[in-house]
């Protein structure tokens, strides 16, 4: 029964710190002719200076561990555009009371909901081709944010978005 229990908790934890991305990139570009980098100099992100801050230290970290140099003149802009929702929990405890005898039957139930609202955070990626200014990669993530957590916890929290982001980069032609 205990480890029920605990089988239980551990899918419900790994559920709630989930990640998903989603990836599309252009097929006709040739990946492996770009290999510096920067950031879209006029960026409108949605994130504040220090989550900016924090998801440019991830990129640059993921980025130069593949061999791309960050350049003033780069051959790929990378930009970012966040967004988040609040989600109300959709896990409640149902309670039910019946009886009844022969033919007849009567039964009251319902629901109480447990847990609070889920703060969501949507952050796309987008790879520019800065020769043609055309768009050649975009990921696009979907994870639940502690938002009261200290900066540690959020620069772990962004690293490991954006490893996650990263993960199909450059993709496979």
């Known amino acids: 029964m205990r480890n029920l229990i605990f089988i239980c908790f551990a899918i419900i934890v790994?559920?709630?710190?989930?990640t998903n991305v989603d990836y599309d990139y252009d097929k006709q570009a040739n990946f492996n002719n770009f290999k510096t980098y920067n950031y879209l100099p006029d960026m409108q992100s949605?994130?504040?200076?220090l989550d900016l801050?924090?998801?440019?230290?991830?990129t640059d970290s993921?980025?130069?561990?593949?061999?791309?140099?960050?350049a003033v003149n780069p051959d790929l802009f990378v930009n970012f555009m966040s967004d988040r929702y609040e989600d109300a929990s959709r896990?409640?405890?149902?309670?039910?009371?019946g009886g009844g005898?022969?033919?007849v039957g009567v039964g009251v139930g319902g629901g109480i909901p447990i847990g609070g609202r889920t703060t969501h955070q949507?952050?796309?990626v987008d790879l520019v081709d800065a020769q043609k200014d055309a768009l050649i990669w975009q990921a696009v993530s979907d994870s639940n944010m502690n938002l009261n957590t200290n900066p540690q916890g959020r620069q772990d929290y962004f690293t490991k978005v954006m490893e996650k982001i990263f993960k199909k980069f450059p993709p496979e032609n």
Not at 62 to 70: A, D, E, F, H, V
Not at 91 to 97: D, K, R, W
């Open 14 to 18: 790994a559920s709630c710190a989930s």
């Open 46 to 49: 949605g994130l504040s200076q």
């Open 53 to 58: 801050n924090r998801v440019m230290k991830a």
């Open 62 to 70: 993921i980025m130069q561990s593949r061999g791309y140099i960050k």
């Open 91 to 97: 896990n409640s405890i149902g309670i039910g009371i």
């Open 101 to 103: 005898g022969g033919n």
């Open 122 to 124: 949507t952050l796309t």
